[in-house]
């Protein structure tokens, strides 16, 4: 296979034209097929990811990104492929959001959780399946993202996000997932990432109800949330958390990772908002 | 005019969605909280007006308090 990330470079001028080549060759209609992806990676020695930006450039659409339509163009799709984001967590609100940017085509995703998957995970965690109780979330979700797209480089870290090793955990992340499941490491998580100047996408679930702010660097958000908060969890802790609420916060969590990094719309920077999904109502919260 | 109470998700359970409650000069957020019958630790966002408050704020006549649990699960 070809070249590992982030190098790309292809070292002849011709060896780049006899690519085009190929995939203009191979692009039916302007798009290019998994089975013509795969050719090219083994004609070429290139990566999925290498094969999928130079078609991007040479304005050949991967199928698999077809359907993102005009909401994403092929200079947002190739700026994606080209990001490294990292998910803290990979539960609940973290399997989702893992397998949403693997769609959405995140380049590269460092994915963190020291746990192993357990049979009250399969009411609500996307990746906990029977075959893989016992198993390490993020060798599952290494493996769940491999068969969705390739193209994605997961670096899977099977160990607990602190304070301490953050900085080096998060070394060249432009943007963070929070889906951790206590507060005092949400706290830590948001120091860390606010040391580093790197945007934080919070979120929290417990019952039927969720939270997602986004903390851009040099605001303290999420720590003016839980100032002081001397518990470890919250109302999760009697309410327990039912399958609907990571789904919706998690799919929220990903549009901001995907406005964060392509610059567009509007990100939650100093609001909140705050859903009840027992009575189908969302407050805007200005912090 | 009296003060506009607002509760939030859980805090509902048992007590009320949105309730007027009497305005006294010098009254706490912290004070109101109290008096509902909520656990100060049951209470981890406070808006005033929209604002985010504290637990020792004062209330002013009309104002809307509007309280939130926490919530950390993931």
């Not at chain 1, 004609?43 to 290498?50: I, K, M, Q, T, V």
């Not at chain 1, 999928?52 to 659409?61: R, S």
Request: hydrophobic content about 40%; charged content about 20%; some cysteine.
């Amino acid at each position: 296979m070809g070249t590992p990330w982030p190098s790309f470079h292809l070292s002849v001028e011709g060896d780049v034209k006899k690519i085009h080549d190929f995939l203009i060759t191979h692009a039916n209609g302007g798009v290019l097929t998994w089975a013509m992806e795969v050719q090219a990676s083994k004609d070429f020695f290139l990566s999925y990811r290498e094969v999928e930006l130079i078609a991007l450039e040479a304005g050949i659409v991967p199928v698999r990104y077809q359907k993102n339509g005009t909401t994403l163009s092929s200079a947002d799709q190739i700026v994606l492929l080209k990001s490294h984001a990292s998910v803290i967590g990979c539960g609940g609100l973290g399997g989702y959001v893992t397998e949403i940017l693997a769609r959405l085509g995140i380049g590269k995703m460092t994915v963190i959780d020291p746990d192993t998957f357990e049979e009250h995970n399969l009411n609500r965690q996307i990746l906990c399946t029977v075959n893989v109780l016992g198993m390490p979330k993020v060798g599952v979700a290494s493996t769940r993202v491999r068969e969705i797209n390739p193209a994605v480089e997961l670096i899977p870290v099977r160990d607990s996000f602190s304070k301490e090793q953050g900085p080096s955990m998060l070394k060249g992340v432009q943007v963070v997932v929070d889906g951790l499941d206590n507060i005092p490491s949400r706290i830590e998580l948001a120091q860390v990432c606010d040391a580093m100047g790197v945007p934080l996408i919070h979120g929290s679930i417990g019952g039927w109800y969720g939270q997602i702010t986004t903390q851009m660097p040099g605001r303290h958000t999420v720590q003016e949330i839980f100032h002081d908060y001397s518990g470890e969890g919250g109302i999760e802790e009697t309410l327990g958390n039912p399958p609907f609420s990571p789904a919706l916060i998690a799919s929220l969590q990903a549009a901001e990772v995907c406005k964060v990094l392509l610059g567009t719309g509007h990100c939650l920077t100093r609001r909140m908002l705050f859903f009840n999904m027992l009575d189908m109502e969302m407050e805007t919260l200005e912090l | 005019m009296p003060i506009t109470i607002k509760l939030f998700a859980s805090l509902r359970r048992g007590r009320f969605d949105v309730k007027e409650w009497g305005y006294v000069p010098g009254l706490t957020c912290n004070r109101i909280i109290h008096d509902i019958g909520i656990p100060e630790k049951d209470v981890r966002l406070i808006f005033v007006n929209g604002r985010h408050a504290s637990l020792e704020d004062q209330l002013d006549d009309g104002d809307t308090l509007a309280l939130f649990p926490p919530i950390g699960g993931g």
